[in-house]
């Protein structure tokens, strides 16, 4: 059953159809599932709740039924029955048949999401809280019309957001990318028809890379920014302090912190 929670977004019962290994340190897992024929998005750089099950249990612990009161009753459930839920951006939708693709970043040790991309089976059930309109709140790339210059950098976390933009910008748009991964080996072939320069840069080096760069010049640039929230963080005041970009046409979001859990940053904000 799919229950509505807060419009625009729902919960979708989903199951595992395929995973598949892009690198060293990331896994794409395939979700399919009825529910799916009501989920919209514009894909990009869409945020996602997703609901694993708890250790030793099969089916995530998320009480639907109840509406708008799920939330309450989600937190008050025991350790060992409520599921475990992690942020993550929509990396791929399709139709016929329904499916979307989620990213995954492995990593040692690791965290309930981690542990749990790096074992998935067909079969394996979740939860996700997700649009049910196309244009929603938990979009945040959204470039001003009068765009004349696309600035994006994320780390891996934000490689599937940065990937779906770099999809969707239009042909001949003038772009600079960079990436920042652990390992070469998760570097990949990213689909575009903009006119986009890609740096790929191995290793905590994002701020010396960006802060090196020769930017193209451009009376009306656009910078998204995403990832780990203290290098965001640092970035953002790059761009606005050292660069003179408009702190309006900044978007930066911070997709987790050094040394805390999901949990802990939620309580921290």
């Given at each position: 059953?799919?229950?509505?929670?807060?419009a625009p977004f729902r919960f979708f019962s989903l199951q595992v159809v395929r995973t598949?290994?892009?690198?060293?340190?990331?896994?794409?897992?395939?979700?399919?599932?009825?529910?799916?024929?009501?989920?919209?998005?514009?894909?990009?750089?869409?945020?996602?709740?997703?609901?694993?099950?708890?250790?030793?249990?099969?089916?995530?612990?998320?009480?639907?039924?109840l509406g708008d009161g799920w939330w309450q009753a989600w937190r008050e459930q025991p350790?060992?029955?409520?599921?475990?839920?992690?942020?993550?951006?929509?990396?791929?939708?399709?139709?016929?048949?329904?499916?979307?693709?989620?990213?995954?970043?492995?990593?040692?040790?690791?965290?309930?999401?981690?542990?749990?991309?790096?074992?998935?089976?067909?079969?394996?059930?979740?939860?996700?809280?997700?649009?049910?309109?196309?244009?929603?709140?938990?979009?945040?790339?959204?470039?001003?019309?009068?765009?004349?210059?696309?600035?994006?950098?994320?780390?891996?976390?934000?490689?599937?957001?940065?990937?779906?933009?770099?999809?969707?910008?239009?042909?001949?748009?003038?772009?600079?990318?960079?990436?920042?991964?652990?390992?070469?080996?998760?570097?990949?072939?990213?689909?575009?028809?903009?006119?986009?320069?890609?740096?790929?840069?191995?290793?905590?080096?994002?701020?010396?890379?960006?802060?090196?760069?020769?930017?193209?010049?451009?009376?009306?640039?656009?910078?998204?920014?995403?990832?780990?929230?203290?290098?965001?963080?640092?970035?953002?005041?790059?761009?606005?302090?050292?660069?003179?970009?408009?702190?309006?046409?900044?978007?930066?979001?911070?997709?987790?912190?050094?040394?805390?859990?999901?949990?802990?940053?939620?309580?921290?904000?």
């Amino acid at each position: 059953m799919t229950t509505a929670v807060a419009a625009p977004f729902r919960f979708f019962s989903l199951q595992v159809v395929r995973t598949r290994r892009l690198g060293p340190s990331l896994v794409r897992v395939t979700f399919a599932g009825e529910d799916l024929q009501h989920f919209y998005s514009d894909g990009r750089d869409q945020s996602l709740s997703l609901f694993l099950p708890a250790a030793g249990r099969t089916e995530p612990g998320v009480p639907v039924e109840l509406g708008d009161g799920w939330w309450q009753a989600w937190r008050e459930q025991p350790d060992d029955v409520r599921a475990v839920m992690r942020s993550y951006t929509l990396r791929g939708l399709r139709r016929d048949p329904d499916e979307i693709d989620i990213d995954f970043v492995l990593h040692e040790p690791a965290g309930p999401a981690s542990g749990w991309a790096a074992q998935a089976s067909v079969g394996d059930r979740v939860q996700l809280l997700g649009p049910a309109i196309a244009d929603n709140r938990a979009i945040r790339f959204r470039p001003p019309a009068d765009t004349d210059l696309v600035l994006l950098w994320g780390d891996e976390t934000a490689l599937p957001a940065v990937s779906a933009i770099l999809e969707a910008l239009p042909a001949g748009q003038r772009a600079r990318v960079w990436l920042e991964v652990r390992d070469a080996g998760d570097i990949q072939d990213l689909a575009t028809d903009a006119d986009a320069e890609i740096t790929w840069v191995v290793g905590e080096k994002a701020l010396g890379a960006v802060r090196e760069a020769q930017l193209p010049s451009a009376e009306r640039p656009y910078v998204w920014i995403a990832g780990e929230s203290g290098c965001v963080k640092e970035l953002r005041r790059h761009f606005v302090r050292e660069r003179g970009i408009d702190r309006r046409r900044v978007t930066f979001v911070g997709y987790w912190r050094l040394g805390m859990t999901e949990e802990q940053l939620r309580a921290s904000e």
